[in-house]
């Protein structure tokens, strides 16, 4: 069996610049994606045409829109690269500019070239799940998404503040504080299985 060997963060994306190049359909899906999750992400998209969706999505949340073809200089400052061109030579270039610049790629529909894939996520307030199958199925990743988002209680937000709350009440190290919250929450899960 094949191992899922990715490793799971979550970015400041907000903290960070990112480059998506393509304005076609997966660029729209790309850019929707990261805003959706992301808002305040700070996000320039390069390509010579541009979807109006794209446009109206990208005026609401501050995008920057360059219509050009790519030039390795867009690279300059970036974190994160996203390349969606219709022409696979221009996505595996841009995809050899980044590496050696050092900066993590996403090449769309693309494994091979790819440093991270963009999963499913699921967010219900400050409770955040990311969805990953190694880049093997979108399609599963929706549907896992979905799945999470129907059973995952809209309120599990206020719970999560709650046990905020609680924790700071407790004096001493990290540890005691960690036991102290796996005592309280075992009785909500014992509690839960009786139900």
């Known amino acids: 069996m094949e191992k899922n060997e990715l490793y799971p963060i979550f970015l400041k994306v907000s903290n960070l610049k990112i480059l998506i190049v393509g304005g076609g359909n997966v660029g729209l899906e790309k850019l929707s994606f990261l805003l959706k ?5 700070k996000v320039q998209m390069v390509a010579t045409t541009f979807l109006g969706e794209t446009l109206d999505l990208a ?5 920057e829109i360059t219509k050009s073809e790519y030039h390795k200089e867009y690279l300059a400052g970036k974190h994160m690269v996203v ?3 219709d022409k696979t030579n221009v996505n595996e270039q841009i995809y050899h500019d980044c590496r050696a610049q050092g900066i993590l790629v996403n090449v769309a529909d693309n494994p091979p070239f790819c440093d ?11 409770v955040k799940i990311a969805i990953s199958t190694n880049g093997k199925s979108p399609t599963v990743a929706k549907r896992l998404r979905q799945f999470f988002e129907d059973v995952i209680p809209d309120n599990i937000d206020d719970l999560v503040k709650n046990l905020n709350e609680y924790r700071k009440t407790f004096k001493g190290d990290f540890d005691e504080k960690v036991e102290a919250l796996n005592e309280f929450t075992k009785s909500l899960v014992k509690k839960k299985k009786e139900d």
Do not use: D
């Open 37 to 41: 999750s992301s808002p305040n992400a």
């Open 59 to 63: 005026e609401k949340h501050h995008v």
């Open 83 to 85: 390349a969606c061109t």
């Open 116 to 126: 991270f894939y963009m999963g499913g996520i699921v967010t219900k307030g400050n």
